[in-house]
């Protein structure tokens, strides 16, 4: 039984109690929120449920069980339900079907993390302060917005404001606007919204008048003499108001502000103030301020002195220029009641310029210059007075006198109020007791010295604010004929704090009275509610605090009574006070005593019990200033404070004292003034005008303590919503009828509960009421649903069902298990399926086989039988080996003893033989030793004759430079003359150096010319016998290159010769040059052909491309995969590409256009364009050539890529030709676009548009020039291929069956095709042939071996990854983040192979770091990046890789400059960040996810967070699939979002696939190949790895399904998994067996495990780089390991 405890201690409704337990067993798999610690209330999943206990499991951790015990408090709990926003978040709390106090907490959290800080609560209109400026949420437009007759749903401070002037407008009735809160919860800046919003619309014609900017103006004045700095907030309400802003009817309706209906304007206004902190002026805690005013003064005077000219900040134009008097001002460590707290300044704020507008304030609201001028003086002289201090006198020890340092403070306010210095000293030091018949002045002790200089600070300070506060609303003007008005109280919220005292007191009370109207308020609404829908009520059901209200201002027994009669008794005593309530109220619900306390009381609230202490209640209730310093003051010179003292209540019995006795007369008493009854009339008065109006409730809440941004502090809030009466509203709202739900939910919802006999009688019934009711009397009996002791379980009214909670509960646990249960028998009936499926697989495997194994049979039969034949054959031949191997031993043995003979003579020989050969030697060795002890002694001659020759010259040459280094002048001439020598040698070389070269291309050329001679010579012999013997002496002078040939004969040969070499070289260059004539023919004839054919084809094209389906297919099939662009737009920066498509959608959808604009500045933009019937999908991409393998990577997606140039621009089109063929080589289609934008405007043209046409041709595409792109889409769009379906379509081997697909693995088993399996990675390094003979496995797979391991501290490496491979040929780059928050980026240099697979490649720089280290690691570091104090949690390359981006759980986002590892920028978070990553098509924004489960969206340039996205729990991986369109979040429960990503700046929510019970760590995207579509590679902390499908439907991403799920030991460590293309591809994955796993995706591999063990660790991280040629792994101790595949094919197999 499910029961409401209206406990004014403590808010317990809605949660199971010992009974409800005892009599309800909960089913399985409910969900409930359960009591925490830190959280106040976490999410939790009933296990089991029995009548003792409940065992739960929490979402923390679902793997540990909690047991509760029959008296904890458990609140049932709803699903999560998700739209386009992400995780859905109601606007008014009281339509959740749960409402209750986790339910509210959890709702606020989830609309306070995406930045809607209002909600509505029934009628509360709950703010919770962000701490922030949240961009575009006060605007003027969005003011605007709210300005309509009609009633908005959103809840907003401007639409409870709009609620309330149209309140006044359209019914004629006053209104009031309730705000409360704590301080620092912003009732401030709401009253300042709600009062501009009012005069806005309550202004003419849209237009602010003077009576507008009064009442605006007022705030900042109040603030300045009311606010101050506290511990909790910079700008805190120190005093309660009441602002009454009266409105008249104009007689106009609204139209102007866009509303209909008539425009009240406003016409006056009236502040009304309770309970100034006055002690404040005294005293302040550490760490906070006084008064605003006190320091803003003193800043200005600090600036120029005593005389200051204002304005000097703001605009003169805006302000009268006046000169104000400071004096009494100065720097602030002059007084002491500025040096309480070493708080001076607020942090933003300047203190000038501030003092200015409060000035302008005054000057607005038209206090007079002369006032001004007193009203600084007095708050000038309580600075003063803080510096009176008071000491004894020599011979009086109770008496008191000023210390003589203070004499110049003493004169300052004597000075400044206008009173003698001696009278004000003698006030404050002396007492005067007036007795019948003489009045006796006393001394007063220091103490009581100081206090009453503090109580006349105080007062002077109070008059000043009260002055204020009149001089405001005479200003203003308050109308008393008119009684509409609008009332916006700004009241202190229900405070508790370790000490209470008489401050705290009122504001209860003051709450308490406020929670008492909104008890009734709400009461009423419910009673309206059920008159409404026509049911019975118990007004029993809803709680009420009257006895609370009672007991504190109940007369004569009232606390307040109580005090103020002690406060009159002589002699009373704050420990009299509290004897006496004890007395009065022990043993009421309200109220409790502390015995270990004897000053203390406490008091039950609505919101809480208080513990107050009594110490000091009579003195602040009494408030009192002594007649002496009241009639010093009343004596002062100065009329202004004499008049303000005499105007108050409290001092004018004093000083008018004769007039008083007279107005009395003689027996009228005099009523003893007190704070508590002065607050009490107040308060009455306040609620006598409240009850009048219709009020509208605001509850401000401060989500955390420490005033910080974007951080929820779940036990501040519900303390907040406890005390703020939020949760009240939920227990009134709730009391009677908790959960409502309208007739279909309740026909929908419980009609598969009731039998099916009623069903089938009911579901005729038209009347969804009376089918609602007969179907709730069915189960109420069927069920035997509990009755309450008032009332009925459930009703139901005209358009809704109520339902008791016992009823509700009872009905709906009877549906769950139902549904458990049908849930249980759908699955049995789906496993059946699945298991007989697998069976007929079973069966046909089994077929399979045996038809395998009968194969063999019988192919072993045939061997058999053939071996059989065979073997007689073999037995001949056996036969005769053996016969013939007889013969060759016997011929073995006879050799054998032939070959012994001959080696015994042999050897007899050979002996002899060597000591002949020994002898020789000992000769030669005799002989060398000899001869080389004489060479010896020679040489050991030669150099010392040697030594003393080099001795003598060099002597000699010493004397000689010492000789000329006596002579500087010569010297110089001599080292000039030698570097004009070596120049000449130089140039001498130089000259040397060419002749030798002319030299030996002229010996070159004569021996060729002397060969020709040679051979001619020959031919001719016959003709030569009388010059042979000069001829034989020409040959011979030829053989050392001088050919002298002196002989007549043999010119005239030579001369002869030459001639026919000249004809034969004239005839062969006649012959080159027709064959180049005959080769140009051809090229330009084929030239020719080809144009005439290209004119045909875009004559025929241009004539069809009007009509639809009329348009030619492509030459050659493509294959489509996932192409969800229609139109990619590339080409070379400044072609106009951006121009063309904006004029494209001007002309056809103008709609897109801002949205355009917009996104006209990213990388890349996705954009829809509506062109007539037809929606294309364009892709509009940068010319930037650092983003150009972001584009390239686009060709892919795309059917038709536009390739613009410019037709003056040359460059243009060498790199537009060069993107045709790579577009070809992507299976897109090419249209090469001509811009004649410049042509067209006088440009001349610079490109070969034949040569244009030729290349587009060639690449199966086509070529257009013009300066609009219509004709080129309209061309694309009717050259799109229909699907008819018709064509023969082969067989996909994605579509073939999993039988199928099983058959192919039964297959693999005996030894199926493995040409496919190239093994992991790409070879990059050559093996040794010791490598090779010691693999044991000759698998390639097995060739992976560690090369490298890289530490740079113990701290646990948590992530790694590669960059920069496209822009260096020598190495890329390796990032690698730590626990300690360490980032080092290393140079990885790449090996000879991986160079020379680059061979083909240019790559963006030519670096320094060509060159590997000396050490021949090919490692170095890159950089080292510092700056995260705590551990790093993801780590990525932007999108032009010039960047490195990291996260961590500091709660920053940081960006780090690679090259000099300088830190760029920072963005902060309220919470950890797990993971962020950048949008593909707008590298100025990247998606950051914290732990508060949001997901934001940053501008990088600015900051600005553009959009907010809430999930349901913490995001751990994100990553986009290769359309750049979808992002994939993986949360810490086990599931994955996918979120679409419309624009530039905007995720949509699209579905969620629960995954896994562990928590998502790591997402690898994988693009579809070998076959198989495109997947995820996902890493669950539940010990396991999945292989996900993502289905695609024209292009959008619409599910994901499981295909298989893999083992990774991984339960703690957030484990990284990467993917490796190689063969038919790979997971590889880290685990914590110390192990990489690995997984091959291959069909008929079976998803294949193999491992690599080198870690002695976990191995927590892995990346592969985009080569795929190298693999690295790090660790938990810091490690890091790179893998290379060796290379054997350079080896032979044999060696």
């Known amino acids: 039984l499910l029961r409401w405890s209206f406990s004014p201690a403590r808010l317990c409704f809605g949660h199971v109690s010992c009974d409800a337990m005892q009599n309800q067993t909960y089913a399985q798999g409910t969900e409930i929120w359960i009591k925490h610690e830190e959280e106040v209330w976490v999410q939790a999943e009933i296990v089991t449920a029995t009548e003792k206990e409940i065992i739960v499991k929490t979402a923390e951790d679902p793997n540990s069980r909690i047991v509760l015990g029959p008296h904890e408090p458990i609140f049932l709990r709803t699903t999560d339900v998700f739209t386009a926003e992400g995780l859905s978040v109601l606007d008014d709390l009281c339509q959740l079907t749960h409402l209750h106090e986790p339910a509210v907490l959890s709702s606020l959290q989830n609309r306070f993390d995406i930045d809607k800080i209002y909600t509505f609560t029934g009628p509360i209109l709950i703010a919770l302060n962000p701490f922030k400026v949240i961009p575009k949420l006060y605007d003027e437009d969005i003011l605007k917005s709210f300005m309509t007759t009609k009633p908005s749903t959103k809840p907003h401070v401007f639409n409870t404001a709009n609620a309330t002037y149209r309140g006044i407008c359209d019914r004629k009735k006053s209104q009031t606007v309730l705000i409360s809160g704590e301080s620092g919860a912003g009732k401030t800046e709401t009253t300042k919204f709600v009062m501009k919003f009012l005069a806005m619309a309550g202004a003419e014609n849209g237009e602010v008048t003077n009576v507008e900017k009064q009442v605006l103006e007022s705030n900042p004045l109040l603030e300045a003499f009311g606010n101050a700095r506290t511990l909790r907030n910079d700008n805190s309400s120190r005093f309660g108001k009441f602002i009454e802003l009266q409105f008249r009817g104009s007689g106009k309706d609204a139209a102007s502000l866009g509303m209909a209906g008539e425009n009240c304007r406003l016409c006056g206004a009236r502040i009304q103030t309770y309970l100034l902190e006055k002690v404040r002026v005294c005293d302040q805690q550490e760490g906070e301020r006084n008064y605003h005013l006190f320091y803003e003064a003193c800043a200005a005077a600090s600036v120029s002195g005593s005389n200051y000219s204002f304005p000097q900040k703001l605009p003169k134009d805006k302000v009268r220029e006046m000169s104000l008097d400071l004096e009494g001002f100065g720097d602030l460590s002059q007084f002491a009641y500025l040096t309480r707290s070493t708080c001076k300044t607020l942090k ?16 607005t609201i038209g206090i007079p210059d002369a006032q001004v001028a007193q009203v600084l003086k007095m708050v000038a002289s309580v600075l003063h007075m803080g510096n009176i201090k008071f000491d004894a006198p020599p011979n009086n020890s109770e008496g008191s006198m000023t210390m003589p340092e203070c004499e110049s403070s003493v004169e300052m306010v004597g000075k400044l109020l206008g009173v003698d210095r001696k009278a004000l000293e003698s006030a404050l030091c002396s007492q005067t007791r007036v007795t019948r018949s003489e009045k006796i002045r006393s001394p007063v002790n220091v103490r009581q010295a100081a206090d009453n200089r503090d109580a006349l600070a105080k007062a002077v300070y109070g008059i000043v604010f009260n002055f204020i506060v009149r001089s405001t609303n005479m200003s203003i003007g308050y109308v008393q004929d008119v009684k509409l008005f609008a009332g916006v109280l700004d009241i202190f919220g229900f405070e508790c704090f370790k000490m209470n005292s008489f401050e705290q007191l009122c504001i209860n009370f003051t709450n308490e009275r406020l929670q008492q109207f909104f008890n009734s308020f709400v009461f009423k609404l419910e009673e309206q509610l059920y008159e409404r829908e026509g049911i019975e009520w118990d007004p029993l059901d809803f709680p009420d605090n009257q006895d609370a209200v009672e007991m504190l201002q109940g007369k004569g027994t009232g606390v ?12 009373g005593s704050d420990q009299g006070f509290c004897n006496k309530l004890i007395k009065q109220h022990k043993g009421h619900r309200r109220f409790d005593e502390i015995k270990t306390k004897p000053t203390w009381f406490v008091i039950k609230h609505f919101a809480g019990p208080v513990s107050y202490c009594s110490d000091g209640f009579l003195d602040k209730n009494k408030d009192q200033l002594s007649n002496d310093l009241i009639e010093c003051m009343g004596s002062s010179t100065n009329g202004f404070i004499v008049d303000l003292f005499k105007q108050d209540v409290k001092y004018s019995e004093v000083l008018n004292k004769d007039e008083a006795q007279e107005a009395a007369g003689p027996t009228k008493k005099k009523k003893k003034y007190t704070v508590s009854s002065e607050f009490k009339d107040q308060l009455s008065s306040l609620m006598d005008i409240v009850d009048l109006t219709d009020p509208h409730f605001v509850r401000c809440i401060k989500p955390n303590p420490q005033n910080e941004a974007d951080k929820y502090d779940r036990k501040a809030v519900t303390e907040q919503l406890r005390y703020g009466g939020v949760l009240q509203v939920v227990q009134v709202s709730r009391a009677g009828y908790p959960v409502r739900i309208n007739h279909q939910e309740c026909w929908d919802d419980f009609k598969i509960v009731a039998s099916p006999q009623i069903i089938a009688g009911l579901k005729h019934v038209d009347d969804t009421k009376v089918r609602a009711q007969k179907l709730l009397e069915h189960l109420t009996t069927e069920l035997h649903v509990p009755k309450p002791l008032h009332g009925l379980p459930w009703a139901v009214g005209k358009t809704l069902v109520f339902f008791k909670l016992p009823a509700f509960e009872r009905i709906k646990f009877a549906r769950l298990e139902l549904m458990v249960k049908s849930a249980t028998q759908i699955q049995s009936a789906w496993r059946r399926h699945v298991q007989m499926h697998k069976y007929k697989a079973i069966c046909l495997f089994t077929r399979h086989l045996q038809a395998i194994l009968r194969s063999k049979q019988a192919q072993g039969d045939l061997m058999k039988k053939r071996e059989e034949g065979a073997a007689t054959r073999i037995q001949s031949l056996g036969r005769q080996f053996l016969a013939r191997k007889r013969y060759r031993a016997l011929l073995k043995k006879v050799i054998r003893i032939q070959a012994w003979r001959k080696g015994l003579t042999g050897r007899k020989y050979a002996k002899e033989f060597k000591r002949v050969r020994y002898a020789t030697r000992i000769q030669s060795c005799w002989k060398r030793w000899r001869v080389q002890r004489i060479y010896k002694q020679l040489r050991l001659a030669v150099h010392v ?31 000039q003359k030698a570097q004009e020598q070596a120049s000449s040698l130089r140039k001498r070389n130089e000259e040397l150096e060419a002749i030798q070269l002319q030299l030996q291309s002229e010996k070159k050329s004569l021996l060729g010319r002397v060969k020709e001679l040679e051979e001619a010579v020959e031919k001719m012999k016959s003709q030569m016998d009388e010059v042979k013997v000069q001829a034989q002496e020409a040959a011979k002078l030829s053989a050392d290159s001088k050919i002298i040939v002196e002989t007549e004969s043999l010119k005239k040969l030579e001369q002869s010769l030459q001639d026919k070499e000249t004809e034969m070289a004239q005839v062969k260059e006649d012959l080159t040059s027709a064959k180049a004539a005959s080769v140009k023919q051809q090229e330009q004839l084929h030239e020719t052909e080809g144009r005439y054919q290209q004119l045909l084809k875009n004559s025929a094209m241009q004539s069809v491309s009007g009509l639809p389906g009329a348009a030619p297919k492509a030459a050659s099939k493509r294959s489509t995969g996932q192409r969800n662009v229609f139109i990619q737009f590339a080409g070379a920066s400044g072609t106009g590409k951006t121009s063309l498509l904006e004029a494209l959608i001007a002309e056809h959808d103008p709609q897109q256009l801002p949205k355009f604009n917009e996104q006209k500045s990213n990388f890349m933009a996705h954009h829809q364009i509506q062109v007539g019937e037809k929606l294309v999908k364009v892709l509009d991409c940068s010319g930037n050539a650092r983003a150009a393998h972001l584009v390239k990577e686009r ?9 613009v140039y410019d037709l003056s621009k040359k460059e243009s089109f060498d790199t537009a030709l060069a993107l045709t063929q790579e577009v070809h080589e992507a299976g897109a289609r090419p249209l090469l676009f001509g811009n004649k934008y410049n042509v067209e405007r006088g440009a001349q043209i610079k490109v070969d548009v034949a040569a244009a046409k030729d290349a587009a041709v060639r690449a199966e595409g086509s070529a257009f020039e013009s300066s609009n792109l219509m004709d080129a889409v309209k061309f694309a769009i009717n050259s799109e291929e229909p699907d008819d379906g018709q064509g023969v379509e082969a067989v996909s081997p994605d579509k073939r069956s999993s039988i199928s697909m099983a058959i192919d693995s039964v297959k693999s088993w005996f030894g199926g095709d493995r040409s496919k399996s190239a093994g992991i990675l790409r070879p990059s390094l050559k093996g040794t042939k010791n490598m090779k003979q010691a693999r044991k496995d000759p698998d390639p797979s097995m060739d992976l071996r560690p090369v490298q391991e890289l530490q740079d501290s113990e701290s646990a490496v948590t992530c790694i990854c590669f960059g920069q491979e496209r822009q260096h040929k020598a190495y890329v780059l390796l990032a690698t983040a730590s626990k300690d928050g360490t980032v080092v980026v290393y140079r990885c240099y790449r090996t000879e192979m991986e160079i020379a697979m680059l061979s083909d490649q240019d790559f963006e720089r030519n670096d320094d770091f060509s060159n590997p280290p000396a050490d021949n690691s090919n490692i170095a570091v890159h950089s080292r990046l510092v700056g995260h104090s705590r551990a790093i949690t993801s780590i990525f390359f932007n999108l032009l890789e010039d960047q490195l981006v990291t996260t961590s759980i500091d709660k920053s986002v940081r960006f780090w400059s690679i090259e000099s590892g300088e830190m760029l920028k920072v963005f902060t978070d309220s919470s950890p960040v797990p993971v962020a990553t950048f949008l593909p098509f707008n590298p100025q924004v990247f998606v950051a996810a914290n732990s508060n489960a949001v997901l934001r969206l940053v501008n990088v340039q600015n900051g600005l967070v553009l959009q907010k996205l809430k999930v349901e729990t913490e995001v751990r991986a994100l990553k986009f699939d290769d359309t750049g369109l979808f992002l994939l979040a993986g949360t810490k429960s086990g599931s994955i979002h996918a979120l679409e990503a419309t624009d530039s700046n905007t995720l949509k929510f699209k579905f969620k696939v629960n995954l896994a019970r562990g928590g998502v760590t790591c997402i690898t995207f994988v693009p579809a190949a070998n076959q198989q579509p495109a997947c995820l590679l996902v890493n669950t902390s539940d010990c396991s790895a999945s292989i996900i499908d993502c289905t695609y439907d024209q292009g959008a991403l619409t599910n994901l399904t499981v295909r298989h799920r893999v083992r990774v030991a991984h339960e703690l460590l957030p484990l990284k998994n990467c993917y490796s293309p190689s063969g038919q591809g790979y997971l590889i994955s880290g685990s914590e067996n110390k192990e990489v796993h690995i997984y091959s995706l291959g069909k008929g591999a079976n998803y294949k495990m193999q491992y690599l063990k080198h870690h002695q660790v976990p191995v927590v991280a ?22 290379r595949r060796l290379d054997f094919s350079h080896i032979p197999d044999g060696a």
Do not use: Y
């Open 1662 to 1683: 892995v990346a592969v780089n985009l080569q795929d040629t190298l693999l690295a792994s790090a660790d938990s101790l810091g490690r890091i390991v790179l893998w």
């Open 560 to 571: 307040f009574a109580i005090l103020d009669e002690e406060c009159v008794v002589p002699q």
């Open 348 to 363: 933003g704020v300047d203190d000038v310029e501030m003092f200015e507008r409060r000035i302008q304030a005054m000057q």
């Open 945 to 975: 004759a040697q030594e003393r020759w080099r001795m003598h010259a060099a002597k000699s040459q010493m004397k000689q430079l010492k000789q000329e280094a006596k002579e500087v002048g010569a010297l110089m001439a001599k080292s």
């Open 1195 to 1203: 060709f892919g997606r795309s059917t038709w890529v536009f390739i």
